[in-house]
């Protein structure tokens, strides 16, 4: 196990909500000497809570951050964030510099393609929805709901939507939901192209493993992908790519 205690009790505060972020929290828990607090956006009515304390909702922009950060003592900040929850990115890099914190970004790779794929890259969900009329009929959209009201006009496509909680606000006329979350088995991703007869996916590079089964589904049917590209990163940010190389920084970075 880690230990970050040799100069005593130090406070990280993790932004969270996804996979590398509770496992990161976990390691560090599990490891002693530090306390963890994991603060999550609170989008999703029933989060898969990490270990350790545990804040959710916004902190009222990049000053309430700031606040948050002093009021609590904390020595590190943990973006450990969606890749492209862009906004959240941005204001903990200014939050950083304002409270003289050290930042470090935690970004899980982006999916690379395989030989088979047919991946057509965009740069916005704006972009994707303008692509999909020339790639296919009935399309399987994984974006997830926040977006759905780029689609809303594309009244000639049938879409399947899967997302975590139900959708609000416009969305394509003609839209099937499923709620449901990863990770995705294989098996399941075939069947469901094969059941609903999908011939084009939507989907933004957000990387891990837990739901590239349907990228592998789509390249054995022949299923064109529209991949949304990522969101440029803070720059100037230290970055690592999983739990186990911040648990390394955090290591050096805290004695």
């Known amino acids: 196990m880690t230990d970050l205690?040799?100069?005593?009790?130090?406070?990280?505060?993790?932004?969270?909500?996804?996979?590398?972020?509770?496992?990161?929290?976990?390691?560090?828990?599990?490891?002693?000497?530090?306390r963890v607090t994991s603060s999550l956006a609170g989008r999703v009515a029933?989060?898969?809570?990490?270990?350790?304390?545990?804040r959710v909702g916004g902190f009222g922009g990049v000053a309430g951050l700031v606040g948050w950060v002093r009021e609590h003592a904390v020595d590190v900040l943990v973006d450990a964030t969606h890749p492209f929850a862009e906004a959240m990115s941005a204001n903990a890099a200014r939050a950083a510099a304002a409270a003289g914190v050290p930042l470090?970004?935690?970004?899980r790779p982006g999916w690379?393609?395989?030989?088979?794929?047919?991946?057509?890259?965009?740069?916005?969900?704006?972009?994707?929805?303008?692509?999909?009329?020339?790639?296919?009929?009935?399309?399987?959209?994984?974006?997830?709901?926040?977006?759905?009201?780029?689609?809303?006009h594309l009244d000639t496509l049938w879409f399947l939507v899967r997302s975590v909680d139900a959708p609000e606000g416009p969305r394509p006329p003609r839209m099937e939901?499923?709620?449901?979350?990863?990770?995705?088995?294989?098996?399941?991703e075939r069947a469901l192209l094969a059941a609903h007869r999908i011939d084009v996916l939507v989907t933004k590079d957000s990387g891990a493993a837990a739901t590239a089964p349907k990228l592998t589904a789509a390249r054995e049917a022949g299923v064109p992908v529209v991949l949304v590209s990522r969101p440029p990163a803070p720059v100037g940010v230290a970055t690592v790519p999983g739990p186990a190389e911040a648990v390394a920084w955090l290591r050096e970075r805290l004695g």
Do not use: K
């Open 177 to 188: 939901t499923l709620l449901d979350r990863g990770p995705f088995t294989l098996d399941g």
């Open 112 to 152: 690379v393609p395989q030989a088979g794929d047919v991946w057509h890259r965009v740069a916005s969900l704006d972009e994707a929805a303008a692509a999909l009329p020339g790639l296919g009929r009935r399309v399987f959209l994984t974006t997830g709901r926040m977006g759905l009201a780029r689609f809303a």
């Open 5 to 34: 205690a040799a100069s005593g009790p130090r406070h990280v505060l993790i932004l969270g909500g996804t996979a590398e972020a509770r496992e990161l929290a976990g390691e560090l828990v599990a490891g002693g000497g530090v």
């Open 104 to 107: 470090l970004a935690l970004r």
């Open 46 to 54: 029933a989060p898969r809570l990490p270990v350790g304390e545990v």
